[in-house]
């Protein structure tokens, strides 16, 4: 289950669905049970996952989309593909990729019924406020994940019954502003009904700064969208221009207090920079994290997830891992230590032999947290994906082996050979991946510190104050082990999202929220080949050029700034209208 706080005897007692109305609401621990369920159903906790949460029992290679959708890197398995011709312009009318749609519509049907029912319950006022203000942020989190798809959905905010009317039954779309503006709202009712900071008894429930987060990620997405998007459909989707200052003011302000509160920080437990990041992401319950998904160890029988199983270099089960492909370009977008460019000379690094020091050398302590590649410490040996031998003839040999030395590496799949570049981050090296799918405990951290730095980062940009913004973003760097900057701007702050969030699952909403992402995302990327030269051990490196593919290369088209409605839902509901361009 979700929570870690619920107790054996909540979910020993019989299903919700036998026992009658009165004796669910008159029960703290049912109604505790009612929310533990609720919670587990949100999938898009993890990484945006719809439909399921990957878990022990189900959807577990699910949450790879969100990456393999944005300009990071590309799906490895190749025999499922499963995403990636949605990256190649294959979002159409039927829809299919991300669908949030049912499944909210009947989580939030079934908040409304318990944000209506427990505040008349006979148990203590203040769990009836706090255990309402939770329901009430889960209902505000599953309409930011609706609206951030669709634009304007309908706003529906208590229990529907069957002799309804026709109108309530069949609902309109409200506005794209509406519903952004709803979900501030709820966070603004309901965050002085939350915990300041929860004990170790209700770790992976929302406190007060867990909304403020949500407010704040809600606000600067509604202010991007006014300040770069248009207003369509006679107001369903976009917000006026002149609303923009408004929201990232409210982002801004939201930043500001979890900031001023004290009760986080930015991770910086370990001296090594490399290292530091690394744990940020599986130590659990870190001063950085203000919210996450929790996950138990696999010998309980607990929740779980597969994200390492997915990402891992071999050894693994299946032989394969690497499923989320990271681009020569995304390593690329990693600056050196003092700050110079990491982007390779194409021309220069395809001639003559290199060593990795030569090639990664000094680079920003996270590109080596985030991503793996040739050389890479796991599990005491080096990474190895090398793709040829260069023998002492010239000749490269592309099979078997020549004098003892395979002419290739270990990290190669049977069926594709990749970019040459892996996912480190999230990854913990105790899970053992040759046990199969769902062995790792590690919490998914849905809102942490780092992330509100750089939402304060940009809100304070786009307000004219520059000064903050610059100490923000460089508090973000100096945590990193990489040289602060002495002036700010926007593509500064785009860079240091981009870097600093890596596959997280932000980046695919960001360049849509910036309306860059028809020129960021219609480009076919890069890999890398190592070859290992037999006399010398260095490698020559080829560019891949075209990594996704020519025949259907990445395609993002203006109308997928929202995803369609679909023919079946306007098939159902006479009374909703198609976002534009699908047809």
């Known amino acids: 289950m979700f929570m870690s706080s619920c107790k054996k005897d909540v979910l ?9 109305d009165d004796v669910v609401w008159s029960d703290p621990a049912l109604i505790d049970a009612y929310l533990t369920q609720l919670y587990a159903q949100v999938s898009v906790f993890t990484l945006e996952t719809p ?44 829809g299919g ?25 006979p148990v203590e006022e203040s769990i009836r406020k706090m255990r309402t203000a939770e329901a009430r942020f889960l209902r505000a989190y599953n309409y930011f994940s609706m609206v951030k798809r669709y634009g304007g959905v ?43 900071t929860n004990s170790s008894s209700d770790y992976g429930r929302p406190t007060k700064y867990a909304a403020l987060a949500l407010k704040s990620r809600a606000a600067l997405y509604a202010g991007s969208i006014a300040q770069f998007g248009t207003v369509q459909l006679n107001g369903l989707l976009g917000i006026p221009s002149d609303a923009a200052a408004t929201y990232y003011q409210k982002s801004y302000d939201a930043a500001k207090s979890i900031i001023s509160s004290g009760h986080y920080a930015l991770y910086n ?49 299946w032989g394969a891992g690497n499923i989320n492909a990271p681009y020569l370009e995304m390593a690329e977008e990693f600056d050196h230590v003092d700050g110079t460019t990491g982007t390779l000379d194409r021309t220069a690094i395809q001639q003559g032999l290199w060593t990795m020091d030569e090639l990664w050398g000094n680079k920003d302590p996270r590109f080596y947290a985030t991503i793996w590649t040739m050389g ?62 769902n062995q790792s405990s590690t919490d998914y951290q ?25 100490d923000a973003l460089n508090q973000i760097r100096t945590r990193a082990g990489i040289s602060t900057i002495t002036a700010i701007d926007r593509e500064k702050i785009h860079h240091e999202r981009k870097v600093e969030l890596a596959f997280e699952g932000h980046r695919y909403w960001d360049l849509r929220r910036w309306r860059t992402a028809v020129s960021t995302l219609t480009v076919n990327r890069s890999g890398i080949r190592y070859i290992l030269d037999y006399t010398t051990r260095k490698y020559k490196l080829e560019v891949l050029k075209n990594i996704d593919g020519t025949s259907t290369p990445p395609a993002f088209y203006p109308y997928n700034y929202y995803f369609p409605i679909t023919l079946n839902r306007t098939g159902n509901n006479p009374n909703l209208v198609e976002n534009p361009g699908y047809k």
């Not at 749609?101 to 008349?120: A, K």
């Not at 040999?397 to 594709?416: E, F, K, M, R």
Request: proline share 7%; aromatic share 10%; hydrophobic share 35%.
């Open 12 to 20: 020993d007692k019989k299903p919700l669905d036998i026992i009658s």
């Open 51 to 94: 439909g399921g949460s990957w878990d022990e029992t189900e959807g577990w290679r699910g949450p790879i989309a969100i990456n393999v959708l944005a300009d990071e890197g590309k799906e490895n398995w190749i025999l499922w593909k499963s995403y990636q011709p949605y990256k190649c312009g294959g979002l159409k009318i039927s």
């Open 97 to 121: 990729l991300l669908e949030w749609w049912e499944t909210p519509y009947s989580i939030i049907r079934s908040l409304n019924e318990f944000i209506q029912r427990v505040p008349n319950s």
């Open 154 to 196: 309908p706003l529906i905010i208590v229990p529907q019954k069957i002799d309804d009317p026709k109108e309530s039954l069949y609902p309109a779309r409200d506005s794209e502003q509406k519903i952004y503006d709803f979900v501030i709202s709820e966070v603004d009712a309901i965050a002085g009904d939350l915990l300041e």
């Open 269 to 317: 437990a370990d001296a090594d920079k490399t290292t530091n990041f690394r744990n940020l992401f599986i130590v659990k319950n870190n001063p950085e994290v203000i919210f996450s998904k929790r996950h138990a160890d696999p010998t309980t029988g607990g929740n779980t997830w597969s994200f390492d199983f997915l990402n891992c270099p071999k050894p693994h089960a």
């Open 376 to 437: 890479t410490l796991w599990l005491g040996s080096t990474i190895d994906p090398h793709n040829g031998l260069l023998l002492p003839d010239g000749t490269i040999q592309t099979s078997g082996s020549y004098n003892g030395v395979p002419a290739l590496g270990i990290q190669l799949s049977d069926n594709n050979f990749g970019t040459s570049f892996g996912l480190m981050k999230y990854l913990d090296e105790k899970v053992d991946n040759n046990k199969g799918p």
């Open 446 to 470: 849905v809102f942490r510190y780092g992330e509100v730095l750089l939402n304060l980062a940009e809100a304070a940009f786009e307000l004219g104050k520059a000064n903050e913004a610059l």
